[in-house]
């Protein structure tokens, strides 16, 4: 869906005043194929950004974010091999301009929330979506 994304969107957004705005590059980074294509909808039907991949794991992630560049990556927390707060740790070292949303089941509570905002995490997305919000977090960054 990214790749099909990229083509719908490759062209600039107007602002109100006619001149063209860059949409920002979204890297998603979700274990769960269903998951990450809901979240890619999201973003790449707002008109506002364009999604530049998929990663199943951190250590995906770090390498797309190597490869593509994106200003948002949004990341959920927990996933096999490596998880979303070891790659928040890494890239926050790695590349200091990328700004994380960290994903997450769990509601925003607890430990892993508190922990992934000391890192840098930007903000937390609860699952399920609400595309409002969804919008409303990455228009904020």
Known sequence: MCQSALFLFSQPAEDSSGGNLE???????????????????????????????????GAEAIKMNHAEDPEII??????????????????????????????????????????????GAKNVISKPFEADNVLRILREL
């Open 74 to 119: 949004c990341m959920d927390m927990n996933m096999p091999g490596m998880d979303g707060l070891t790659a928040l740790r890494t890239l926050a070292v790695m590349d200091k301009e990328v700004k994380v949303v960290m994903v997450t089941s769990l509601g925003g509570v607890g430990d892993k929330f508190t922990e992934a905002l000391k890192l």
């Open 23 to 57: 949409m920002k590059k979204v890297l998603v980074v979700d274990d769960s194929l269903s998951v990450g294509r809901q979240l890619e909808k999201i973003i790449s039907e707002s008109g506002d950004f364009t999604c530049v991949g998929h990663a199943k794991n």
